[in-house]
């Protein structure tokens, strides 16, 4: 009840105070990039149970000959570099937290598609709302590998307390300002999670 009441609070001060931040970067999103001025898409909340998450775009819709969208890394723009790399593009999501989807902290909701990939232990995760950021953002974010995400997300879940949120957004404020571990290695985000068995079927081939 805690948690909800300060996620409520938090999320409609934020917003409130935001608005005219919020304005602007919609309006330079809708000059640089285009519409649509959000990037809407179902993700996995609490109990599995699907939102619909919103941020602000980053990405252009370029397409091959063939009608499919282009790699991340040649859609993203130095100004969707930006958004990104300030975290501007994760501020609508307050209006998420505002309407009980997510929280201010927990683990990041990922792809729907990623569901059946998961462990027993992985799917864990799920038992709490997802959040704006959390254990294994403030421990790497994009920096670390999928093991690790998830390893931080279940001692989340076994470990959430309002003093540890309260913690993990402080070090998020830390980490924001000083623009860390927003890309894994040389791909623009996370690579895809692939699930523990194609893991496993990879390592294989490589012996």
């Not at 001025?37 to 990405?59: D, L, N, Y």
Request: charged share 25%.
């Amino acid at each position: 009840m805690l948690k909800r009441c300060f996620d409520v609070t938090v999320a409609a001060g934020l917003l409130a105070l935001l608005a005219p931040l919020l304005l602007v970067v919609a309006l330079l999103v809708r000059w640089r990039l285009g519409s649509p001025v959000f990037f809407i898409q179902t993700r996995p909340g609490r109990h599995a149970e699907p939102f619909r998450m919103v941020k602000f775009r980053t990405m252009r819709d370029t397409r091959d000959a063939q009608g499919e969208l282009l790699p991340a890394k040649c859609r993203l723009t130095a100004f969707g570099s930006l958004l990104r790399s300030t975290s501007l593009d994760e501020l609508p999501e307050l209006w998420n937290v505002l309407k009980g989807d997510m929280s201010l902290v927990g683990p990041r909701p990922l792809l729907v598609d990623y569901l059946p990939l998961y462990t027993p232990e992985q799917r864990r995760r799920h038992e709490v709302r997802p959040g704006i950021t959390g254990w294994a953002q403030v421990n790497g974010r994009n920096a670390i590998t999928w093991e690790e995400k998830f390893h931080y997300d279940i001692w989340y879940v076994d470990h959430q307390s309002f003093r540890l949120d309260i913690r993990i957004l402080m070090l998020t404020a830390r980490k924001v300002f000083i623009r860390e571990g927003i890309s894994h290695a040389n791909d623009v985000g996370m690579p895809r999670f692939k699930g523990v068995k194609s893991a496993c079927k990879r390592s294989n081939e490589h012996d």
